[in-house]
C-alpha cells in the first residue's frame, strides 16, 4: 500500500503520496476537495494528471528532449512522442524521502542523481514544506546545488476545482503576455494577450481549451495574488512570489479542473536562453540554495 500522509488545521485536511513525487492530491476545506484526482490515480495513474504535481529540474517540455550544457550533449528520455520532447523533469515521477512531518505540515525531499536513467548537468535537489492553515495550503520549495552549480526551472501544476458546474467557474489570470507557441514550444518572442487569452479580468472559459504560457505579471516585490478561480459560492486564490513570472494555463479533457500552474520559467527555458533570451533560466551555484513560495487561499 503507497502511504498517504495526511495533514490538517481545523477543517482543512491534504493528502499528500511521498512515493508519487511528493505529489499533494487532495486538499479538502469544509467538506470539498479542490485538488482534483483522475479516475485511475490508484495504482497506476500517471503522477503528472492528478493533484499537484512537481515539475523540476525543469517544467513543462524541453524541445527535441536534448541540450548541449557546458560542451555536453544531455539526451533526455522522450516523454512526448507526439512532439519529440521531454516533459516536467524527474521529480513528480520519483519517490521522495520525508524528512519531518507535524499535525499541519509535512517535509520531503528530492535529490537529482544524475544517470543513464536521469541525465542531468550539476548536482543537488529540491526540498518542499506543505503547510495547512484554515482555508490555505501553503508550499516553501528550497532547491539546493550540491558540490556542482546547478542549472534548473520550477513549476508547480495543480489541478484545482470548485464546487458547481465547469461552465459557471470563472478564471483570472494577471499575465498581460504570452509565449507564443509551435508545436507546444515558445517561438521565441513574447507577445501581448490575445483575446483568447486574457484572462484579466474573470471570465468562464466557454468552449475554450486551454495549454498556454502566459508572463508578463504586474511587478512585485513580495508574494502577491496572481490568478483566481471562482464559483457562485466560491473563491479559490492562487498567491507567488515574484521568482514566479510565467502561469500556464491548461484545461484537461475532462474539464472538470482548471491547472493554474506558477513556473520560474516558460516552456524550452534552456534553449530560450541560449538563443539570447530572458527566459528565468537558472544556475544555482555549488553549495547554495533558494527558496521560493506559493499559496492556495479558499473563500
Known sequence: MTEILEIGHGSTTARILP??????????????????????????GSPTRSGCPILFPWPNRIAGARFTWDGSE?????????TGSSLHGYACHSPWQVVSTGPDHATAQFVLEADSQHPWPGTGGLRVTYRVESGALIVTSEVFAGTEDLPFGLGFHPYLRVPGPFDQWHLQ??????????????????????????????????????????????????????ASLASPSTLLT???????????????TSRDAVAVEPYTCPTDAVHLEQRGMDAGWRVLPAGHAQTFTWRLDVS
Not at 512515493?19 to 490508484?42: K, T
Not at 492562487?238 to 484537461?252: C, G, H, K, N, Q
Open 173 to 226: 489570470c494577471d499575465a498581460a503576455q504570452s509565449w507564443p507557441l509551435s508545436q507546444m514550444i515558445p517561438t521565441g518572442q513574447v507577445a501581448p494577450v490575445d483575446p483568447r487569452l486574457d484572462f484579466r479580468t474573470a471570465r468562464t472559459l466557454g468552449d475554450e481549451h486551454l495549454d498556454d504560457v502566459l508572463t508578463g505579471l504586474p511587478p512585485a516585490t513580495e508574494l502577491s495574488r496572481r
Open 19 to 44: 512515493e508519487r513525487g511528493f505529489n499533494c492530491f487532495s486538499l479538502v476545506i469544509d467538506g470539498f476537495d479542490y485538488m482534483h484526482q483522475a479516475p485511475d490515480l490508484f495504482p497506476d
Open 238 to 252: 492562487i498567491s507567488s512570489d515574484p521568482a514566479f513570472r510565467e502561469y500556464v494555463l491548461f484545461t484537461p
Open 74 to 82: 544531455y539526451h533526455l528520455p522522450v516523454t512526448e512522442p507526439a
